[in-house]
Structure formats: structure tokens, C-alpha cells
């Protein structure tokens, strides 16, 4: 499951037991129109609460950041599960994001609204 809120950087993510290839189609959704509104978007993408994720998920999400990666600004990263951390930071190592991880979605907030 997911849920996206807009922010004044960019949106705010967050998302709930399993990561699906259906809420990745929405974020996807989320973050073109952002993009088009108000130019490349800063992200808070708060993991805490995901548990798995689908292989068809990952691989358009491969796609999707390599063919988008420089269309967006800043990446904070809420997570604290080792295995997500480690999946989120590969996934990082394949694009030029500025991602940057983070303990608390209160840290990642306050990061996000300093000017990047």
C-alpha cells in the first residue's frame, strides 16, 4: 500500500507492508506530474513500515530511475530494516539520485526543507 502527500520540496511517500508493481504505477503517476507542475522534485520516501516489495516492482522501478534519474532533486530516505536499506541503497547505486538515508521522517523533513 501506499500514500503520497504533497509537500512544498516535492512529496512526501510513504508505503505499507508490501511494495507492488500497482503502487509503483502510481508514484510513477505522482512523480511525472510534480514534475510537470513544479520542475524536478525533492522526495521523502518512508520505508519504516514496508515489509516486501515485488520483483516486477523492481524492475520497473530500474527502469523508471535510470530512464528518469536526472528529473528529480533529492531522495530522503526513511528506513530500518537492514534488507530494505540494502535493497534501497543498491537500487541507488544504478542512478545519480542525492539520497541520503534517515532514522526519523522528522529528520527527513527538516533536510528536505533546508534549500538543496
Request: charged share 30%.
Amino acid at each position: 500500500m501506499i500514500s503520497i502527500r504533497e509537500q512544498d520540496y516535492g512529496l512526501d511517500v510513504a508505503l505499507f507492508n508490501e511494495f507492488t508493481l500497482a503502487d509503483f504505477k502510481l508514484f510513477e503517476e505522482a512523480l511525472m506530474k510534480r514534475l510537470a507542475e513544479h520542475g524536478k522534485p525533492d522526495v521523502l520516501l518512508d520505508l519504516s513500515e514496508m515489509r516486501d516489495f515485488t520483483i516486477d516492482m523492481a524492475i520497473e522501478e530500474v527502469k523508471f530511475v535510470r530512464a528518469h534519474e536526472e528529473d528529480f532533486g533529492r531522495i530522503a530516505i526513511v528506513v530500518d530494516d537492514v534488507w530494505i536499506k540494502l535493497a534501497a541503497h543498491l537500487a541507488g547505486m544504478l542512478s545519480d539520485a542525492k539520497a541520503q538515508y534517515f532514522e526519523t521522517v522528522e529528520e527527513a523533513q527538516v533536510w528536505l526543507a533546508r534549500a538543496g
